[in-house]
């Protein structure tokens, strides 16, 4: 089983006052094997959680601690004169698979209406480089318009575009827009995040989520859907185990070979790990 999508940080307050009270420390490797243990999870990607190239180093070398981080999704400016060079050593290093930008709540034309941002984006996947795409449901629209633009490259959404969940509303528009990104074939989908996307205080279960499930479900089909934890990041709201088990839950009535796309296949094969 793939998790493809956690994190890790040796925490500072000047770079991680994001985060929630209960967050405010350190989670490095071992507590990351620690967590792992006995959940039948044996492979991760770990995404990075700063926006420096100090970041790929660190996660480089968390990556020599443990067996268990079989990818990793970095971070270059990709906007920057000299981004060819930076991206080049990047893809030449064997666990760097991805790159990401945090987009999400930035504004149109910073990033993902951005020219100069755009021709960053092209030279990934000459390099054999993938990209994670992070936005809020109402950036779905220019988000789409972004994946329009690159055809050819593996993308893939993170966190469902996180929809605001509630248990007593569901975000028609969201559903309206993942849709519509999600006819884009080169792009794909991480299952992961929805617990910190809960607006209401209800307990995260396969109940609440099943239907934003289903969505992204009949957008993507199951094998363009990979599981993610967004580990220790979902620890505010639900311990590892108990999303394992409503993911779980949640595919429990898909084919064997529909939930070994969700858990591993699609993963190792976007991720080439």
Request: aromatic share 10%.
């Amino acid at each position: 089983m793939i998790d493809s999508h956690q994190h890790l940080w040796n925490y500072t307050e000047a770079e991680f006052s994001w985060l929630d009270a209960s967050l405010r420390k350190s989670f490095l490797a071992d507590d990351l094997e620690k967590t792992l243990n006995g959940t039948g999870v044996t492979g991760t990607i770990a995404v990075q959680a700063r926006c420096s190239l100090e970041e790929n180093d660190f996660l480089i070398a968390q990556a020599e601690q443990t067996s268990l981080i079989k990818g990793i999704v970095g971070w270059a400016d990709l906007t920057a004169e000299g981004t060819e060079e930076t991206l080049d050593h990047l893809a030449a290093q064997p666990l760097i698979k991805g790159i990401r930008e945090i987009t999400q709540g930035t504004e149109d034309d910073q990033f993902l209406a951005n020219d100069a941002f755009h021709r960053g984006v092209d030279l990934l996947g000459a390099r054999g480089l993938t990209y994670d795409l992070l936005i809020f449901e109402n950036q779905l629209e220019v988000a789409d318009a972004f994946v329009t633009r690159h055809p050819n490259l593996p993308i893939i959404l993170d966190h469902c575009a996180k929809p605001s969940i509630r248990h007593d509303a569901f975000p028609e528009d969201w559903a309206t827009g993942l849709k519509k990104i999600a006819k884009h074939e080169n792009l794909l989908c991480k299952l992961s995040g929805l617990p910190t996307e809960i607006r209401d205080g209800s307990e995260c279960t396969a109940e609440l989520l099943r239907p934003y499930f289903d969505t992204v479900l009949e957008a993507f089909g199951p094998s363009r859907i990979m599981f993610g934890s967004d580990w220790p990041v979902s620890l505010g709201v639900t311990p590892y185990q108990s999303w394992l088990e409503t993911i779980t839950a949640l595919v429990s009535e898909l084919s064997k070979d529909e939930q070994d796309f969700i858990f591993q296949k699609t993963a190792t094969v976007f991720y080439q790990v």
